[in-house]
């Protein structure tokens, strides 16, 4: 197997070789979602580990955007790469259309299995989300100019305002209105959903932002010149997002517009110092491997990691039927670590049996195609 989608495969900078540090990337922010998506108990999470209520952030809420930053940064590689090797548009976007689809197939899979309540299930999710942003962004890149990309984001940013502007509360905001409509209580939250359908349009802004990264990156300036360029453009999208937030706050169940400006700005200086360690400095030491292992399977380990938590909640044993994942918390876990330090020592042990599996696969050269 090898690497299919943008958001999976190694990314080349022309006559540079690989780039090392978005893999890497990638593979923080990864591991990252299972470290969250994963305690021990649900009672008892750090505060920094678990979403913000509702309006404000946590380091938390910064892993589900750099993800679609990241998917944004990948496809001016992948594209101009095979648009200068004479692949025409319409046959990209047709594979753009063919993984999107998959991913929001693995989506539903993921929810369905193993009960198969098709009627009743939700049907928002992290992966159909990335499949409807992945696949307007690469139509936006195939057929749109930068200009018209830059114009595309200002109407996300601006329009998604205007049209949620007034009540942001969480069952009220329009966006919550809009799905209850579509999909009656089959949501997240019974009455709203942090993957609804509305707030799918800023976050494409969100992999567009990516996209011009991406754009920046393969340029002809040197590494360090490029960092710097990530950092002071970090910097402005951090302070827009921050006064932004003073009137349409930060929120990322919303994904408002102030929330793209200030986790894209977040994920460019974070990214910036990462490829000026990694692939300006060469600074590539062991600390780096565990990242890249993440990283080139990124898709595979999420899907992985999420069925084999839903199975370790269902598997029931001992007289009282107690899940499995509850008796691994408190015998293994809680009973030397206490409620909130075994939590967070079951979710690290899980980050490191995924990076386990994902490093066998790593040593074998077998990426997961999608």
Known sequence: MQHGVPMTEPVTEPARGRLISLDAFRGLTIAGMILV?????????????????????????LIFPYFLFIVGVAIPFSFARRLAEG???????????????????????????????????????????????????????????????????????????????????PEGNLGARIDRFLMGDRLWQGTWDPEGLLSTLPAIGTCLLG????????????????????WGAGALLVVLGLAWDTVFPINKNLWSSSYVLFT???????????????????????????????????????VA???????????????????????????????????????LAMALAQVAFWLGIMWLLHRRGTYIKI
């Open 37 to 61: 998506n994963n305690p021990g108990s649900w009672a008892y999470v750090y505060a920094p580990l678990a979403h913000a209520e509702w309006h404000g952030w946590t380091p938390t809420d």
């Open 87 to 169: 692949a025409e548009r319409g046959q990209l976007f047709r594979h753009v259309v063919r993984r999107s689809l998959i991913l929001i197939g693995l989506g539903l899979a993921m929810r369905a299995i193993p009960d198969f309540d098709l009627f009743d299930m939700r049907l928002y999710g992290v992966l159909q989300r990335i499949g409807l942003v992945y696949c307007t962004a690469g139509a936006l890149y195939l057929w749109g100019s930068a200009r018209v990309r830059w114009i595309a984001l200002g109407v996300l940013l601006l329009g998604y305002w205007a049209l949620v502007a007034g009540d942001l509360s």
């Open 211 to 230: 996209v011009f990264c991406g754009e920046g990156l393969r340029s002809d300036r040197p590494r360090s010149e490029i960092s710097r360029r990530m």
């Open 264 to 302: 894209a700005g977040t994920a460019l200086f974070l990214f910036g110092t990462m490829y000026w360690a990694i692939d300006a400095k060469r600074l590539r030491g062991g600390w780096v491997t565990p990242f890249v292992v993440y990283g080139m399977n990124s898709i595979a380990v999420f």
């Open 305 to 343: 990691s999420g069925m084999f938590a839903k199975y370790l909640a269902r598997i029931r044993i001992g007289d009282g039927g107690m899940p499995l994942s509850a008796w691994l918390y408190e015998n293994a876990f809680r009973s030397w670590g206490g409620d909130y330090g075994g939590s």
